[in-house]
T-cell receptor, first 113, second 114 residues
């Protein structure tokens, strides 16, 4: 079945550092790919998405590019802030199937001032 | 901005008791999901509705969990009897028709079974 693998955390960075959180996926067909962010005690917020190969999703300074050849969707940000501290989830949805999201296990990001 | 509403935010219950959660999706969203998120893990699908019909409940522990969406709008998830292992965050989400699979989540209900 479909699956998503994320790098384990926590990832600890200083403010203004460059961020990469790795995400790879396994799916039949051509899934849509997503990054969600979860702040403590809250639900998940959609951060960005990409629906086909080579698409780049972007939002709030975060970017991720759908790489079909490497089945990856790595999240990047050029300069992190303390307010970016949260748990980040990579997810996929198979538009040809049931469409429910399949999530990775999440990566906790801690940004220190 | 439209939001998915869930209640209660927090629930503490004793094992073997019954507990229920409520969800009101974004207006016009035909697809509704219930996910369970154990601390430190990603959400896992429990049940998916399309309007009032169940599309997928393969991961729902049907001996103790029931999910309803009788009017095709809001939904209730019930656990009876609750077990210690049911302690988790229960997340409701909804999706628009014609979307690319993105779902919009409520703030969740944190359940603690003691």
């Amino acid at each position: 079945g479909d699956s998503v693998t994320q790098m384990e955390g926590p990832v600890t960075l200083s403010e203004e550092a460059f961020l990469t959180i790795n995400c790879t996926y396994t799916a039949t067909g051509y899934p849509s790919l997503f990054w969600y962010v979860q702040y403590p005690g809250e639900g998940l917020q959609l951060l960005l998405k990409a629906t086909k190969a080579d698409d780049k999703g972007s939002n709030k300074g975060f970017e991720a590019t759908y790489r079909k050849e490497t089945t990856s969707f790595h999240l990047e940000k050029g300069s992190v802030q303390v307010s970016d501290s949260a748990v980040y989830f990579c997810a996929l949805s198979d538009p040809g199937g049931r469409r429910a999201l399949t999530f990775g296990s999440g990566t906790r990001l801690q940004v220190q001032p | 901005e439209a939001e998915v509403a869930q209640s209660p935010r927090y629930k503490i219950t004793e094992k073997s008791q019954a507990v229920a959660f409520w969800c009101d999706p974004i207006s016009g969203h035909a697809t509704l999901y219930w996910y369970r998120q154990i601390l430190g893990q990603g959400p896992e699908l429990l049940v998916q509705f399309q309007d009032e019909s169940v599309v997928d409940d393969s991961q729902l522990p049907k001996d103790r969990f029931t999910a309803e969406r009788l009017n095709g709008v809001d939904s209730t998830l019930k656990i009876q009897p609750a077990e210690l292992g049911d302690s988790a965050m229960y997340l409701c989400a909804s999706s628009p028709s014609g979307g690319q699979g993105e779902a919009f989540f409520g703030q969740g209900t944190r359940l603690t079974v003691v």
